[in-house]
């Protein structure tokens, strides 16, 4: 706890304790306390062996089945002690603090979703024949409730706890679709933990337990599938940035800047998450450039100043194959182009130019502006905005421009340290840098 921020213990704090407010008031009576062990237990299990997300702040389990059971089985107080029961889960690795929070979260969820459900018109016990489809309904309303419940105040939590300066924050701020979509469906296991209730008792989740589980490998088939994406472009950028010493982290820093404009703007979640990749990837071209072009001093041959120009180009060649990449691939190809026609590699303008492409320009030139360069040191922040708005209109998108300038006066830009550069890695003070809107590359004019 003593490393949350007070704002992030006062939230914990406050949803504990409406949790237990709420629960306190009962009724206790009439529950039937050998069905609350069966799925509490339940819940321990799959609590305890929760398929990690993303090591320390997110884990995933199909344990809203048996919270939904409860809710049908024994009522909004019987489905809350449910999921109080994940309080006892045997995982390793949640501190004091992610069990308080994740016990309350579970609790409330599994609280609200049995109110949702009888709301409208049920009754607790095990749903008959004549229930149907009426129940089908009721049951699908507390799923929703429970699943917008749980990922509502989970992430408020996430706000709370995340670092805005890390490199991959942009999964720090919610939860892909695509799992709360298969939370809704692992979802209907709890009503068919119920309809089997009435004449299986306690075996019903015998029943549905191996499902349950194949559901969870699927789960932790896709987080592996996201590691895999996050180890394959951090070996791209480790390649590119060895070219280049006073690169480095380059890439991570636009890629945090274009996803704070693409938040800005209200792009989705899984545009969000492409930019970030655009980001991350969108000098890999220069893998193809040989390495004395890129530190040149001086002027640049006509044939150099090609292959400056040509590394969008090789980066797309490089990266194509990589289906996950998707939209990525365009800002990658484009992100050198400029709103007055006048950029590379196709000298596209205005809105010729893939948006992402336009964001992806705009993080870029700002980090190469706050950054130290071989022939300058960092430029402070104010300047670099106010370098952006000088050329808004002609090399950038004036729209991204303004959102980038407002995000970064509510969240900050945190600005690298300046790099103690080996002997080996020094460049003269007259090396370019294709990046910095404020110092174009010099072509020579021939012999």
Known sequence: MAKLSWAARLYIGVVAAVTAALIVQGPFTGIAWP??????????????????LRPKELAWSPNSAAMLAAAILLGPVGAALVGACTLFGLRRGPSLAQRIFN?????????LAGQVFLALGEHTGPPDSGSYPLVIGAFTAAALTHIIANYGVLSGVLRLTRNPQAPDSHARMGVSL???LSDLGYAAFGLLIAALWGELKAFSPVLVFVPLLVARWAIA????????YEAT???????????DFYTRGHSERVSRGSVMIAREIGMRGERVEAIRYAGMLHDVGKLGVPTKVLQKTGKLTEEEYAAIQLHPMRGLDIVREIGFLDEALAGIMHHHERID??????????DEIPEFARVLSVADAFDSMTSTRS???????????????????TQFDPAFVDAFVAAIKREGWQQPE????????????????????TAPLRVTDGF
């Open 35 to 52: 069905d609350v062990v069966v799925l509490g237990v339940i819940v321990v299990i799959f609590e305890s062996t929760a398929t990690v």
């Open 103 to 111: 016990t309350a979260m579970f609790t409330l969820s599994a609280y």
């Open 178 to 180: 695509r799992l709360i």
């Open 221 to 228: 088939q896709f987080a592996e599938q996201q590691r895999a």
């Open 233 to 243: 472009v951090s070996a791209l950028c480790q390649a590119v940035e060895t070219k």
């Open 341 to 350: 026609g006048r950029g590379y590699p196709m000298g596209l303008a205005g």
């Open 375 to 393: 022939y300058r040191g960092a430029r402070p922040i104010h300047e670099a905005i106010a370098e952006l708005r000088k050329w808004s209109g």
């Open 418 to 437: 300046a790099p103690a550069v080996p002997a080996e890695e020094l460049v003269s003070m007259d090396a370019q840098d294709h990046d910095d809107p």
